[in-house]
T-cell receptor, first 111, second 111 residues
Framework: SQTIHQWPATLVQPVGSPLSLECTVE??????LYWYRQAAGRGLQLLFY??????ISSEVPQNLSASRPQDRQFILSSKKLLLSDSGFYLC??????????FGPGTRLTVT | LAKTTQPISMDSYEGQEVNITCSHN???????ITWYQQFPSQGPRFIIQ???TKVTNEVASLFIPADRKSSTLSLPRVSLSDTAVYYC????????????FGAGTRLFVKA
């Protein structure tokens, strides 16, 4: 069966520091992968999606970037965090009927 | 993309059937309707997807009238553990990157 991992689970970072969040998927090959951010009490904001290695599409301009160095690995990065980058970051992979399966998430607090 | 409208919140009691309606007046011919459930500090979980009439699985039923301008998620005999946010999404069945998670419906199940 397919599983999706995200780490770290929680992160507290100062403003201006770099960020790297990792997502890996097991049990499926060449999945479509997604990064979302959720602010407290709000819906999900799609940040990036990827249909394959090295193929990244950005939905919202911001100081975040994403990379897909391997088939089942999706990384979210930032060179300098802003206070507004705080939130709950979720990675998801896409199933056969285009439904999405989410990882456990990373709660990021920028101080 | 078809815009969806859901109630912000609903209350219910244990053992009752809960129906959450989603309006999507400008749904396109190739759009599918997908519902997700999200618990606090977790990623959304796929519940059910449908195109027309009725779809049922072990968790819920999805009712879609002939004009497809609305849909109703039915949760039979809810329990306290069904307290969550429920999202209705409408989009083409060609890739989840075209779907948008709104604010959802916050369901409170009381004892």
């Amino acid at each position: 069966s397919q599983t999706i991992h995200q780490w770290p689970a929680t992160l507290v970072q100062p403003v201006g520091s770099p960020l790297s969040l990792e997502c890996t998927v097991e049990g499926t090959s060449n999945p479509n992968l997604y990064w979302y951010r959720q602010a407290a009490g709000r819906g999900l904001q799609l940040l990036f999606y990827s249909v394959g290695i090295g193929q990244i599409s950005s939905e919202v301009p911001q100081n975040l970037s994403a990379s897909r160095p391997q088939d089942r690995q999706f990384i979210l990065s930032s060179k300098k965090l802003l206070l507004s980058d705080s939130g709950f970051y979720l990675c998801a992979w896409e199933g056969e009927i285009y439904e999405q399966y989410f990882g456990p998430g990373t709660r990021l607090t920028v101080t | 993309l078809a815009k969806t409208t859901q109630p912000i919140s609903m209350d219910s009691y244990e053992g009752q059937e809960v129906n959450i309606t989603c309006s999507h007046n400008n749904i396109a011919t190739n759009d599918y309707i997908t519902w997700y459930q999200q618990f606090p500090s977790q990623g959304p979980r796929f519940i059910i997807q449908g195109y027309k009439t009725k779809v049922t699985n072990e968790v819920a039923s999805l009712f879609i009238p002939a004009d497809r301008k609305s849909s109703t998620l039915s949760l039979p005999r809810v329990s306290l553990s069904d307290t969550a946010v429920y999202y209705c999404l409408v989009g083409p069945n060609t890739g989840g990157f075209k779907t948008i998670f709104g604010a959802g419906t916050r369901l409170f199940v009381k004892a």
